[in-house]
């Protein structure tokens, strides 16, 4: 009796498997449509209403490519955490050995890395007396300078953007740099790029 009793199981278990297969979320006719209760959900499934569309139209389901259907950037969009004290900036005009113009950045999305875009006004911020530089290059090895030095290769970078045989040769402009408590640079670093 009990062999009779499993195949009556089942045959009902794969009924009951067959019928909630035929009428799921994706069912484009009307009859199917807001009949699905939680009950009906496989277990470990999300929240989500089975019935709720993305935002902007079309279907839940991922493109065949794996790629983001809702319209997100690709690439690298978000540069990673910086140390307290720490931010990126652009630099904007020629440089003292004492001052510096730069402006605030934001992150934009790049194809090989993060992107640093100026925005906001121009700002000045003092060199400490100390300074540092830390200049990178893609075609040179890096170089530390001393705040002369630094505010020689800025100015020549400001001249000529895409200068690669003067005292180093420049990159996109974007420096890291860390600012002590009254807000003067103590240490720059030249984000290098191609």
């Not at 730069?102 to 000045?124: F, I, S």
């Not at 060199?127 to 170089?143: D, E, N, Q, Y």
């Not at 000529?160 to 420049?170: A, I, L, R």
Request: net charge negative; hydrophobic share 35%; glycine share 12%.
């Amino acid at each position: 009796m009990s062999v009779s009793r499993r195949l009556l199981a089942t045959a009902l278990v794969a009924t009951a498997a067959f019928g909630l297969a035929a009428c799921g979320p994706n069912d484009s006719s009307d009859q199917g449509a807001g009949t699905t209760t939680a009950t009906t959900a496989p277990a470990g499934a999300g929240a989500a209403s089975p019935t709720a569309a993305p935002a902007g139209g079309g279907t839940a389901k991922p493109a065949p490519s794996g790629k983001p259907t809702d319209g997100a950037p690709e690439g690298f969009c978000t540069s990673g955490p910086l140390p307290a004290g720490h931010k990126w900036i652009d630099v904007q005009k020629g440089t003292t050995a004492t001052a510096l113009v730069y402006k605030e950045t934001k992150d934009v999305c790049g194809v090989d890395d993060v992107g640093h875009e100026a925005v906001g006004p121009d700002k000045t911020a003092q060199f400490a007396p100390t300074v540092k530089g830390h200049l990178r290059s893609v075609v040179a090895a890096p170089k530390d300078v001393n705040a002369a030095d630094l505010a020689k290769h800025i100015n020549e970078c400001v001249a000529n953007p895409d200068n690669q045989k003067g005292f180093y040769p420049c990159s996109s402009g974007d420096y890291e740099v860390a600012l002590d408590a009254s807000g003067k640079v103590t240490e720059m670093w030249e984000r290098p790029s191609s």
